[in-house]
């Protein structure tokens, strides 16, 4: 019985016509935090674009180039050892000459996609208009 009396008396002296300008003056600072809050995410997520852009053009670059030089430059696995100077086992020599073209391969379809993660898994998904350069 105390409690709902001294609950009855709370509402009672509850006047929120005084209150309401220290009321107001709390909303709007804490509203203000919460847009410097939303202009640093904002700030974030563009910055976390440009690295997901970035490495999407470099792992599509090294990609392309190590293609490049499987298709249109093949490498003399046997001769690497001679022509570079390598110091190889001849296990590794034989591993290379059999499979040094598919390694390549490989290493850059591995470029590729490693390159296009941050793009895909960003959560603006691949949306390069977002970004904004600034003069």
């Given at each position: 019985m ?8 709370l ?124 003069h």
């Open positions: 105390q409690k709902d009396q001294d609950i009855e008396k509402f009672k002296a509850y006047q929120p016509e005084a209150g309401k300008a220290t009321l107001m003056a709390e909303v709007e600072r804490k509203m203000d935090v919460v847009d410097m809050v939303r202009g640093a995410h904002q700030e974030q997520i563009r910055w976390m674009t440009y690295v997901a852009v970035l490495s999407m053009v470099v792992g599509l670059a090294v990609g392309i180039g190590l293609m490049w030089i499987v298709f249109f430059h093949p490498i003399d696995w046997a001769n690497l050892q001679t022509g570079v100077g390598l110091l190889l086992s001849p296990e590794m020599v034989l591993f290379l000459v059999k499979y040094g073209d598919m390694l390549l391969c490989l290493l850059a379809i591995a470029s590729i996609i490693l390159g296009a993660l941050p793009m895909i898994f960003s959560t603006g998904g691949i949306n390069v208009a977002a970004i904004k350069i600034r």
